[in-house]
């Protein structure tokens, strides 16, 4: 009797090269970045600054800028959990609310700058911030990932607060 086994061959493609993942990543945040300096700048113009500087009162006429970036870092964040999910960053949710919480009052910090400052800086920015918690993201441990984005999240704010 004869026994005829057949045997399939999968191949495995390799990884992508880690430099694309990087790539892709800080492209994501670099998309971000600009809708976030779009956003800010359509709804400082066109909605808060004519609400909140209609009136006269010149305190809160001054905190347009930052309410207006404000409301466009929560919109950004939107559109970069859709722009993580479309481009398969791991854990797309996390980066994107992690990215807004370390950035929240980027309009307060950038106030006063240029509109080509406020463009480079909020583009480099969430770059960098996209990347940083991609990395972290794509550890395997939950708890790892929550405890160290906490603990940049808090360092930042002191920083921010000296």
């Not at 106030?111 to 406020?118: C, D, Q, S, T």
């Not at 996209?130 to 990932?145: K, P």
């Amino acid at each position: 009797m004869e026994v005829c086994t057949v045997a399939k061959v999968v191949t495995v493609d390799q990884q992508p090269p880690v430099w694309r993942a990087w790539a892709t990543t800080a492209g994501v945040g670099l998309l971000v970045g600009v809708i976030f300096c779009i956003l800010a700048a359509i709804l400082g113009r066109y909605v808060i600054e004519p609400l909140s500087c209609g009136g006269g009162d010149a305190a809160q006429c001054a905190q347009a800028v930052g309410l207006a970036g404000n409301i466009a870092t929560v919109l950004a964040a939107a559109a970069g959990v859709g722009l993580a999910i479309r481009y398969g960053l791991a854990r797309p949710l996390f980066v994107g609310i992690a990215a807004a919480v370390f950035l929240w009052g980027l309009g307060d910090w950038t106030a006063g700058m240029f509109w080509l400052e406020i463009f480079g800086w909020a583009v480099l920015l969430y770059a960098a911030t996209y990347a940083l918690f991609a990395w972290i993201a794509s550890w395997l441990n939950v708890w790892l990932v929550l405890g160290v984005s906490l603990a940049i999240v808090v360092i930042e704010r002191i920083v921010l607060a000296l």
